[in-house]
């Protein structure tokens, strides 16, 4: 930092941000110390003080090995889906699948689909990725992303879950990767206030018999089944209060292996459903 920067910092602070936000700023917005980009500075401090969320007005924010731009199109991805991905590729070594087909329900910013096709392409694998979202203002974001990172194994498609799906996938997949909007809509406004900048869409889900917020959750976990390679595996991030549930509908779809993992905050998260 420049000497002015420590005076912006501590400007920010006495705004009424934190010291490691304001500190994040400085450092996004005036990275030269560059006098003419103190407005913009103000301007985004300004719009955390309003309560936007920090990794909008930054504009990226890292996701395992990735910077995955961001912006209110999509999701902000949270640190226990990074544990999803953990997940994901210890399941793929014991699956020991050369060249891994993997479809990203939900896509978002394309979080946990890409970071699994860098991962893998570190550890010298070739997998193939689809991400999926109905949202098309998602799959832009998820695109730039792709790009940015030079991930060219990727197709992208819009559709509500498995129905657009091109057909001759079915039984070829090795790998469905999941987090779906699993919040009831009632249970939203006693959430953390972040969420009220994220789309709807990617958070809320309906109710049905089985849970809050499950309505996603039921289809996915019933039709992946069919999706799936004989050996393959589906991998969906859940509620805290959704571990019965979607053991339940597991078992139901016919998966022959099922266990439910706890974040690390000890919260059941984690389905893995194996066939
Ligand atoms: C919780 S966000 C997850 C985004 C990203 N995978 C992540 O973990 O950060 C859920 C995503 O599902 C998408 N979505 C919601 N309903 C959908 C549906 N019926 N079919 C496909 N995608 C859907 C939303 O647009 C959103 O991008």
């Given at each position: ?8 910092v501590t ?7 934190s ?5 994040w700023?400085v ?16 301007r985004?401090?300004?719009r ?5 969320p920090?990794?909008?007005i ?9 910077d ?7 999701l ?14 210890v399941?793929?070594?014991?699956s ?32 193939t ?13 998820a695109?730039r ?5 030079q ?5 992208f498609?819009q ?15 090795d ?5 779906p ?18 789309p709807?869409?990617?958070?809320v889900a309906?109710?049905?018999q ?6 996603d959750?039921?289809?996915?976990i019933?039709e992946?089944?069919r999706w ?5 595996v589906?991998i969906?991030e ?9 053991m339940?509908?597991a078992d139901a ?10 974040d ?11 066939r």
């Open positions: 930092m420049t000497d002015v920067n420590p005076l912006l400007e920010l602070i006495a705004a009424g941000l010291r490691r936000e304001a500190r700023l450092e996004e917005f005036m990275p030269g110390g560059d006098h003419e980009a103190i407005g913009a500075l103000r985004a401090a300004q955390r003080l309003d309560g936007e920090l990794q909008y930054i504009g990226h924010w890292p996701f395992r090995s990735l995955l731009d961001l912006d209110a199109r999509v902000i991805p949270r640190p226990e889906t990074e544990e999803l991905v953990g997940v994901a590729l399941e793929l070594a014991k020991g699948v050369a060249a891994p087909s993997i479809v990203d329900l939900g896509c978002g910013s394309g979080a946990i689909g890409l970071a699994l096709l860098q991962e893998l392409r570190e550890r010298g694998i070739r997998a990725l689809v991400a999926v979202d109905e949202s098309l203002d998602a799959l832009a974001v695109k992303n792709a790009l940015k990172h991930l060219h194994a990727v197709s498609v559709s509500s879950w498995f129905d657009s799906l091109d057909g001759s996938l079915r039984g070829h997949i790998l469905i990767v999941s987090n909007p699993y919040v009831g809509a009632d249970e939203l406004a006693s959430l953390d206030p972040v969420l009220r900048h994220e709807r869409g990617a958070l309906e109710d049905t089985a849970a809050i917020g499950f309505s959750l039921e289809v996915i019933a992946a089944g799936l390679t004989e050996d393959g589906l969906c859940h509620g805290d209060m959704q571990r019965e549930a979607v339940r509908a779809a016919g998966f022959d292996v099922v266990v439910d993992l706890d690390m905050a000890g919260r059941a998260r984690i389905l893995v459903a194996r």
